[in-house]
C-alpha cells in the first residue's frame, strides 16, 4: 500500500488521499485508515510525521488523539503547526481537557506559524471557554504576528470577553484590518466600536473587496444595534446596557 511505502514521497501522497478518502461520505473506510495514519505518527521523518498528523485532522477522529498530542513538542515547526491545526478535530465534543491545554501551549510556541493555528484552534467555539482559555487568547492579542492577534480578537469576541476592546479598536483603526478583525467586531457588537468602524468606512484601504466590504456593513449594523438595546435597557431602572455578548 502507497501510504505504507519505504519511499517518503509515496508515503506522504498516500497519506494525503486516505486521510480525504471518503469525505463527505460518512468515512466508509475509517476503520481501515485511521491505523494507518496513527502509525505514520511515529515514523522517524518529520514530513511523513506531519502528513500523518493532517490526516487524522481529516478523519476527525477522537482516537488518533494521543498520536497528534505525541509530536507536540516535535522540533520541527511544520509538525507542531499540523499538531495545532489538528487538535480541534480530534479534542472530542467537547474538547478533552489534554486538547485544550496542548493548543494552550502551542498558542505560545515559538514560531508565529505555528501560534497563529494554536489560536485560531483555541478561538473555536467547539474548544469550550473558561478562564484559562480566555487568558490564553488575552495574550495573544497583542502578538507580533497580525494573524495570531486577529483570531485572539475573534476568540474572545465569540466569548462575549470585552477585555480586548482597547485592542479591537486600535486594530480596527489599523492601516488593513484582517478579515478577522472586522468578524470580531460583528461578534462583540459593541456600541463603542462604532467610531472606528465608520472610519473604516470611509476609507479606501477596502478597496473593491465586495465581501469585506458587505462584512463590514454588518459589523456597523450590528453595533448600532447594541446602541439601541442599551439605550432601552438604561430605561429600566436597576439594569445597564453593555451591547451583546456572545455565549461558549
Given at each position: 500500500m502507497?501510504?505504507?511505502?519505504?519511499?517518503?514521497?509515496?508515503?506522504?501522497?498516500?497519506?494525503?488521499?486516505?486521510g480525504?478518502?471518503?469525505?463527505g461520505?460518512e468515512?466508509?473506510?475509517?476503520?481501515?485508515?485511521l491505523?494507518?495514519?496513527?502509525?505514520?505518527?511515529?515514523?522517524?521523518?518529520s514530513?511523513?510525521?506531519?502528513a500523518?498528523?493532517?490526516?487524522l485532522a481529516?478523519?476527525?477522529d477522537?482516537?488518533?488523539l494521543a498520536?497528534?498530542?505525541?509530536?507536540?513538542?516535535?522540533?520541527?515547526?511544520?509538525?507542531?503547526?499540523a499538531?495545532?491545526?489538528t487538535l480541534p478535530s480530534?479534542?472530542?465534543d467537547?474538547a478533552?481537557?489534554?486538547?485544550v491545554?496542548?493548543l494552550i501551549?502551542?498558542?505560545g510556541?515559538?514560531?508565529?506559524?505555528?501560534?497563529?493555528?494554536?489560536?485560531?484552534g483555541l478561538g473555536?467555539?467547539?474548544?469550550?471557554d473558561g478562564?484559562?482559555i480566555r487568558?490564553?487568547l488575552?495574550e495573544?492579542?497583542g502578538?507580533?504576528?497580525?494573524?495570531?492577534?486577529?483570531?485572539?480578537?475573534r476568540?474572545?469576541a465569540?466569548r462575549?470577553d470585552r477585555r480586548m476592546l482597547?485592542?479591537?479598536?486600535?486594530?480596527?483603526?489599523g492601516?488593513?484590518?484582517a478579515d478577522?478583525?472586522i468578524?470580531a467586531?460583528?461578534?462583540l457588537?459593541?456600541p463603542?466600536?462604532?467610531?472606528?468602524?465608520r472610519r473604516?468606512k470611509?476609507?479606501e484601504?477596502?478597496?473593491d473587496d465586495?465581501?469585506?466590504?458587505s462584512?463590514?456593513?454588518e459589523?456597523i449594523t450590528?453595533?448600532?444595534?447594541?446602541v439601541?438595546?442599551s439605550?432601552?435597557?438604561?430605561?429600566t431602572?436597576?439594569?445597564?446596557?453593555?451591547g451583546?455578548?456572545?455565549g461558549?
Amino acid at each position: 500500500m502507497v501510504a505504507r511505502a519505504g519511499d517518503m514521497r509515496e508515503r506522504i501522497i498516500g497519506l494525503n488521499v486516505l486521510g480525504q478518502l471518503g469525505e463527505g461520505a460518512e468515512r466508509p473506510f475509517l476503520e481501515e485508515t485511521l491505523p494507518i495514519a496513527i502509525e505514520a505518527c511515529a515514523d522517524r521523518r518529520s514530513d511523513v510525521i506531519q502528513a500523518g498528523v493532517v490526516a487524522l485532522a481529516h478523519l476527525a477522529d477522537r482516537r488518533g488523539l494521543a498520536a497528534v498530542l505525541g509530536q507536540e513538542g516535535h522540533d520541527d515547526e511544520d509538525v507542531r503547526q499540523a499538531v495545532a491545526f489538528t487538535l480541534p478535530s480530534v479534542a472530542g465534543d467537547p474538547a478533552c481537557p489534554e486538547a485544550v491545554a496542548a493548543l494552550i501551549r502551542l498558542s505560545g510556541d515559538r514560531s508565529d506559524y505555528v501560534r497563529d493555528w494554536a489560536t485560531f484552534g483555541l478561538g473555536l467555539e467547539s474548544t469550550g471557554d473558561g478562564e484559562q482559555i480566555r487568558r490564553a487568547l488575552l495574550e495573544r492579542v497583542g502578538d507580533p504576528d497580525p494573524d495570531a492577534a486577529a483570531e485572539a480578537l475573534r476568540g474572545l469576541a465569540r466569548r462575549g470577553d470585552r477585555r480586548m476592546l482597547a485592542a479591537l479598536g486600535a486594530a480596527l483603526e489599523g492601516s488593513d484590518p484582517a478579515d478577522n478583525v472586522i468578524e470580531a467586531a460583528f461578534e462583540l457588537a459593541a456600541p463603542e466600536l462604532l467610531p472606528a468602524l465608520r472610519r473604516l468606512k470611509q476609507r479606501e484601504t477596502l478597496g473593491d473587496d465586495a465581501a469585506q466590504t458587505s462584512r463590514l456593513d454588518e459589523a456597523i449594523t450590528a453595533c448600532s444595534t447594541a446602541v439601541h438595546s442599551s439605550v432601552g435597557l438604561d430605561a429600566t431602572p436597576g439594569v445597564s446596557g453593555a451591547g451583546r455578548t456572545a455565549g461558549p
